[in-house]
């Protein structure tokens, strides 16, 4: 079973910019789809984004697109959100998943399947 950590959280200023990693340990990284959720201080928890085995397709929320952007590195084993051009509304903790079936097709953030979590990471953006 794989494990999934995020790191890169904090605070900044709105406007500001942070990367987010999460390094996947114990399982086939490569064999699966992988995604961002994040869950704000009273809110449902939400896909952000997500990407494809090989990094060539992505999709992103709404709320989110332009902004941030969702790469993986396989010969390392980690997901990575470049977030930019941060506003108070991104607060929130966010999570990378695995899919909860191997790789095919497309996906969608605001409907991906996640099977397996991480812990979270905050992200704060205020003044």
């Known amino acids: 079973q794989v494990q999934l950590v995020e790191s890169g959280g904090g605070s900044v200023q709105p406007g500001g910019s942070l990367r987010l990693s999460c390094e996947a340990s114990?399982?086939?990284?490569?064999?699966?789809?992988m995604a961002w959720f994040r869950q704000g201080p009273g809110k449902e928890r939400e896909g952000v984004a997500c990407i494809s085995f090989g990094g060539s397709h992505t999709d992103y929320a709404n709320s989110v697109q332009g902004r941030f952007t969702i790469s993986r590195d396989n010969d390392k084993n980690t997901l990575f959100l470049q977030m930019t051009t941060l506003k108070p509304e991104d607060t929130a903790v966010y999570y990378c998943a695995q899919r909860s079936y191997r790789y095919g097709g497309m996906c969608r953030a605001t409907s991906f399947e996640a099977g397996v979590w991480g812990q979270g990471t905050q992200v704060t953006v205020s003044l």
């Open positions: 114990g399982g086939t990284f490569d064999a699966y789809y």
